[in-house]
């Protein structure tokens, strides 16, 4: 017979570090037993009795399923921290996130949230630049920022790519990035474009007198390339990165944490991909175990969805991100599946809503998430009637319209840009 772990009298220290799951027995297993069963596999025990561990240190490390909520299928579960390497994602990804997926008990098995302890904060530096880092950088204090994304994605030679991002910059934005996709290709060769998109940036910066970004894609085979690639942009004078956060890899992203503070570069965090394992609400982990981890890591910046656009994403679900990229201390919210975290002084990220967005939706973007939010858009710019700088310019005068309280159809006479946006996308 094996340890039975369910304590629903234990009160979780400030040393542990909790999880929430999500639990559905395979048929003819109780809750109780595939609750201990999965707590075991996830730390001490194994499949049968097992005589290698003394039962003092048995005693000291075994788990605790302090909470179960049978209708719910509600589970939290206190692990020792003494069970993890504390500076190390992927160790405690393996641990409370590996095997127990596998387990036949289960039908379905959903990790929905991680309370990361004290200790574990303190091994770890958290984003460099992070939200106010990125707004100094910029010199913009008081809105959202406006971003585009290169499109098409692949397919536009160094060249086009480079005027492309010009014209966005020219229109009014902020930053400029590669998508996910765009990384090497033998049409578009990653120093040449980083190159020539950097001298577009400047150029506009010359012509705007406002700062401009270009966030290029390092995602790369192995490691040693990306950070080789980082270097390239460090020596460019580029003041950003992005990354395809889950293609790469956490032992990647915490590797390149550091190196991009060494650069003094800021990193953005592209999530494609995560949906493979998130956005099934019964089974796999949430996306608010990544954004948590990427903070943890120290990204800079990191999708979240946009509520209105073309992703999945529900409006609870974007704001439980956002609140875990920008607060310092985050209360629990048991209907959103979301555990109690203070971040120790760990600075937040700026949080990017993007996929499927258009000058139009401006208005409710701005009411969703207030200033604090990178509005990013791709189709919404470059398909502009008028061409991408017009797009580009539809946009921040949509943010002007929005934060000055006019209607999109009223602020959009006299100005051809905004009136072409709201005919087209109304």
């Known amino acids: 017979m094996r340890r039975d772990y369910v304590d629903p ?12 799951f999500h639990i559905e027995p395979a048929a003819g297993i109780g809750f109780e037993e595939v609750s201990t069963h999965m707590a075991g596999e996830s730390s001490i025990d194994s499949w049968t009795e097992i005589s290698t561990l003394s039962p003092e240190l048995a005693e000291k490390l075994k788990p605790h399923v302090f909470y179960l909520d049978e209708p719910s299928q509600t589970v939290r579960v206190a692990y020792s921290e ?53 707004r100094e ?28 991002a010009y014209n966005a910059f020219a229109g009014g934005c902020d930053l400029v990035k590669d ?62 990165a992005m990354i395809d956060i889950v293609p790469a890899g956490w032992t990647a992203l915490q590797t390149l944490r550091d190196a991009a503070a060494d650069a003094g570069l800021a990193l953005h965090a592209h999530r494609c991909m995560h949906s493979a394992f998130t956005r099934d609400p019964r089974h796999g982990l949430s996306m608010l175990v990544v954004a948590k981890l990427c903070r943890l890591i120290g990204l800079d910046q990191l999708h979240i969805g946009t509520v209105v656009g073309k992703m999945h994403g529900e409006k609870d679900e974007v704001l439980a991100l956002r609140d875990e ?93 905004l009136k072409a946006a709201v005919e087209k996308w109304a």
């Open 137 to 164: 950088i910029l010199g913009v204090e008081d809105r959202p920022l406006v971003g585009t994304i290169v499109k098409p994605k692949v397919g536009l030679t160094s060249e086009l790519h480079a005027e492309v």
């Open 325 to 417: 990229c920008v607060l310092e201390k985050v209360p629990a919210d048991e209907g959103r599946h979301v555990l109690e975290q203070d971040w120790g002084g760990l600075k937040p990220m700026f949080p990017v809503a993007s996929g499927g967005l258009a000058p139009t939706m401006i208005p409710e973007l701005y009411r969703i998430f207030g200033k604090d939010v990178i509005m990013q858009f791709g189709g919404g710019i470059h398909a502009h009637p008028l061409g991408t700088k017009a797009g580009a310019t539809a946009c921040r005068q949509a943010l002007e319209a929005s934060m000055q309280g006019f209607s999109l159809e009223e602020y959009s006479k006299g100005r051809k840009e």
């Open 9 to 20: 009298g234990y009160s979780p220290k400030a040393t542990d570090l909790v999880c929430e």
């Open 179 to 240: 998508d996910e996709n765009l990384t090497d290709q033998k049409f578009n060769r990653f120093e040449k474009r980083a190159e020539l998109t950097l001298k577009g940036a400047l150029k506009a910066e010359a012509e705007t007198g406002e700062r401009k970004l270009y966030l290029c894609n390092i995602t790369a085979p192995t490691c040693g390339e990306m950070l080789r690639r980082l270097g390239v942009l460090k020596d460019l004078g580029a003041s950003y």
């Open 82 to 134: 003494e069970l993890f390497e504390l500076c190390s994602v992927p160790q405690v990804l393996s641990a409370v996130a590996g095997n127990i997926f596998s387990m036949k008990i289960v039908d379905n098995l959903r990790l929905q949230d991680i309370a990361f302890p004290a200790s574990m904060l303190q091994e770890f530096r958290g984003p460099n630049f992070g939200l106010s880092g990125v």
